[in-house]
């Protein structure tokens, strides 16, 4: 956009040589993405397993319960243009997912994003006592919030996992406003273009209009639209813009 005068490169560090007074540190914006990097998998949050397989095996033994499918949906007014339509049970779900039985459900539905699997609820404490959560992440405020018998944002059940075909695109839409976000990846690639809050405050005007799109999930007459360029320029089914993405 033409708003912007740069695209700035994300941090890598090593996670075993950061201290906390470095991690703070990192800028020029206390909100900008991070990227660890040398992260051994028993230090990790993937239980400790090393790779895809030894991962699934895992959540076979020791998870149950149901997890929630999105689909891609051409509709703008849907945020991030992705939309549930129904839950699985998870058990089944990795059936289907390491073989080939998601198929039939891609010829009626397309590319398929499987989400919000809460941990900590739906397997047994033996697997999630694997997980790992680097002392610099200053906890999770969907936890606290449970703990406090508060509600707080769509789904108060993290840290939670989610699975993703290949190919599976979203737009641009808000994450848990005002927190932390952390991803960490136990098999594959994610492909992440973030605007920071500190960057929309730089380009686009301040006062009720930037509180409202600070306040995430908002019907569509009430929803700031940052630009046109930003809001609408990719078509997440254009096979060619679809090639370059993969």
């Not at 699997?117 to 694997?130: D, F, H, S």
């Not at 790992?132 to 449970?146: C, E, H, N, Q, V």
């Not at 005007?205 to 009430?222: C, W």
Request: glycine share 8%; charged share 25%; net charge neutral.
């Amino acid at each position: 956009s033409e708003h912007f005068e740069a695209v700035l490169p994300i941090p890598r560090v090593s996670f075993r040589r950061l201290s906390f007074e470095e991690f703070y540190a990192i800028g020029p914006w206390g909100d900008r993405p991070v990227l660890f990097t040398g992260v051994q998998p028993e230090e990790s949050p993937c239980f400790g397993a090393d790779g895809e397989e030894e991962a699934l095996q895992l959540l076979t033994q020791y998870c149950s319960g149901d997890i929630r499918l999105d689909r891609m949906v051409r509709d703008w007014n849907v945020r991030g243009q992705k939309q549930e339509f129904r839950y699985i049970g998870f058990q089944e779900f990795l059936r289907l997912w390491l073989g080939d039985g998601l198929k039939q459900l891609n010829e009626m539905h397309g590319l398929l994003h499987a989400m919000e699997y809460a941990i900590m609820e739906r397997c047994n404490q033996t697997l999630w006592n694997e997980m790992r959560i680097p002392p610099y992440f200053s906890g999770d405020i969907a936890l606290r919030a449970k703990a406090a018998k508060a509600k707080y944002g769509e789904n108060p059940s993290y840290p939670a996992l989610s699975f993703s075909q290949k190919g599976f695109l979203t737009t641009a839409h808000v994450d848990y406003p005002n927190n932390e976000i952390w991803l960490g990846g136990c098999f594959g690639k994610k492909r992440v273009r973030m605007v920071t809050v500190s960057a929309i405050a730089d380009n686009w005007e301040t006062g009720a209009r930037f509180r409202r799109f600070a306040s995430g999930k908002l019907v569509a007459a009430k929803r700031l639209v940052l630009n046109l360029h930003f809001h609408k320029s990719f078509d997440l089914f254009d096979e060619d813009f679809v090639a370059k993405e993969l």
